[in-house]
């Protein structure tokens, strides 16, 4: 419940007891979950706005056309944003566990095992970022767009690489501090 107050900004500032790892985690994730929902709402407000103004062009038998032109396409580009945006608070509070096996596991090997998902994670992230920086920059030489509305191609692989940078630099922030997941 608490990521939902913070989320909307009643986070509090770093308390003297809080590491200052653990504050700067939080403000990462908490940032980027901003963006997903703000991404978020976009989308709903793209998808909704498209199924009236559908509903009225086929009441009115075509002749009012109130659609957004390349819904379709920022669709598709606000949810690859709302993705990238939530991997940060989502690679750090567990995306996938088995808790049957995990609560059975002693705990010093528990941790080990999520110390060691959270450094593949930042590895795979790594990766994920510089592939995705090399793309942008690519892309921004060669002038890409987007193919219906001609948005530049290297906004989106230049966000990608800064969101997987983040998520890298959170795994690796909560792998080697002792601070419980940002929830």
């Not at 504050?23 to 990462?28: C, F, R, T, V």
């Not at 450094?119 to 920086?133: N, T």
């Not at 990608?160 to 909560?174: D, E, F, P, Q, R």
Request: aromatic share 12%.
């Amino acid at each position: 419940m608490n990521f939902i107050k913070n989320l909307f900004g009643n986070s509090e500032p770093a308390a003297e007891n809080t590491s200052d790892a653990k504050y700067m985690l939080n403000k990462i994730t908490h940032s980027f979950d901003r963006l997903a929902l703000g991404a978020t709402l976009i989308l709903l407000f793209i998808v909704s706005f498209n199924i009236l103004a559908r509903l009225l062009h086929d009441l009115t038998g075509g002749s009012l056309n109130l659609m957004i032109p390349g819904a379709i396409e920022l669709s598709r580009y606000a949810l690859l944003f709302i993705v990238f945006s939530a991997l940060p608070h989502a690679s750090i509070s567990g995306m996938v566990r088995v808790d049957l096996l995990s609560q059975r596991l002693p705990s010093r090997l528990a941790r080990f095992l999520d110390r060691l998902w959270l450094l593949f994670m930042a590895a795979f992230s790594l990766v994920l970022s510089w592939l995705f920086m090399q793309k942008a920059l690519l892309t921004f030489t060669r002038g890409d767009a987007t193919q219906d509305l001609q948005m530049p191609l290297f906004y989106f692989y230049a966000w990608i690489s800064i969101a997987s940078a983040a998520t890298t630099l959170s795994c690796v922030i909560k792998a080697f501090s002792n601070s419980e997941s940002p929830d």
